[in-house]
């Protein structure tokens, strides 16, 4: 069995998908994850998730090519400058 | 040297013999997942035998170094158990098991014993030891019904039996379910533990002294 692991580096960050370990069953996947995983202290948490249980979506529908949806060439910073500005301050939380 | 001394010296050889023995298997393991976690487990030996050098050094005026590696292959304390090189998986992985099962017994004595400082560092290696002893009977709840495990096991009992004192033995028969038998006990050494030794100290040999 293949089981995908998932590690949280520290508590509250998000887990990420840190490789895979083949074997058996849960029980050996843990005891093989906890030391190639987490043996230098790198690891708050592991998930251990079989990857037949992962439903994976690579499909997708994109027929009436709707670039307005997109964020492409949309300047984020430039929309947050004057939105501050309008604000009355030159940068976030300085009131 | 007294008593407390040649108890830790005991412990620490037993955990740096098992550790480089367990480390031949670095590359050549049955699958990578458990090349990676037993070598892990071989480091993490050696780390405890560390630690009890380190004890034992400031009992003997010496370093952990020097207890590990000057020494002559007859004064080491480790069990014969220890020092077998098992060409195997069956009996390697039976050694596991049966080692752990003798260290927790030795473990379980040492943390309720007087000796404040061994039984801090007891606890300090038994939380390791958890993982440990979960990944050994992981393996041999698997092999339980696999002739050449029992046999390993059967073989290796009585050099195993031989790593706790005589008082703690009949609590390790029960936990493997095995009956007591005649041990193969600490205090001489099989050919194999200088073979090791000279293997184990060849560089330390090569630069007396240096500093790493």
């Known amino acids: ?95 | 040297m007294n008593a407390r001394a040649e108890q830790l010296l005991a412990f620490a050889d037993d955990e740096l013999i098992v550790g480089w023995r367990d480390s031949e298997w670095t590359g050549i393991a049955p699958t990578l997942e458990e090349d990676v976690a037993f070598s892990s487990i071989a480091q993490n030996e050696i780390g405890h035998a560390r630690a009890l050098y380190e004890l034992a050094a400031t009992e003997l005026g010496t370093d952990a170094d020097a207890l590990a590696f000057d020494r002559q292959p007859d004064d080491y304390r480790c069990a014969p158990f220890v020092e077998l090189h098992l060409m195997d998986w069956a009996h390697t992985i039976a050694r596991r098991y049966l080692y752990e099962e003798a260290d927790r017994v030795r473990l379980e004595a040492l943390k309720a014993g007087d000796d404040a400082g061994l039984a801090g560092l007891a606890a300090k290696i038994d939380r390791e030891e958890t993982y440990h002893r979960l990944h050994a009977e992981l393996w041999a709840g698997r092999l339980r019904d696999e002739p050449r495990f029992q046999e390993a096991v059967e073989e290796l009992w009585p050099y195993a039996i031989g790593v706790v004192e005589e008082e703690q033995r009949p609590e390790l028969a029960r936990r493997v379910g095995l009956e007591l038998v005649e041990a193969n006990e600490r205090g001489s050494h099989t050919p194999a533990l200088a073979e090791l030794w000279d293997e184990m100290t060849e560089v330390r040999r090569s630069a007396p002294g240096a500093t790493w």
């Open chain 1, 1 to 95: 069995m293949v089981f995908e692991v998932f590690r949280q580096e520290k508590k509250g960050q998000p887990f990420t998908h840190a490789g895979s370990v083949v074997a058996p069953d849960a029980a050996f996947a843990d005891a093989w994850a906890r030391e190639q995983y987490g043996r230098r202290g790198e690891s708050e948490a592991l998930w251990l998730v079989p990857r037949d249980a992962v439903h994976q979506v690579t499909e997708w529908a994109d027929e009436f090519d709707l670039k307005y949806r997109r964020v492409d060439g949309y300047s984020i910073k430039e929309r947050l400058r004057i939105a501050r500005e309008r604000a009355g301050r030159a940068t976030p939380g300085v009131r």
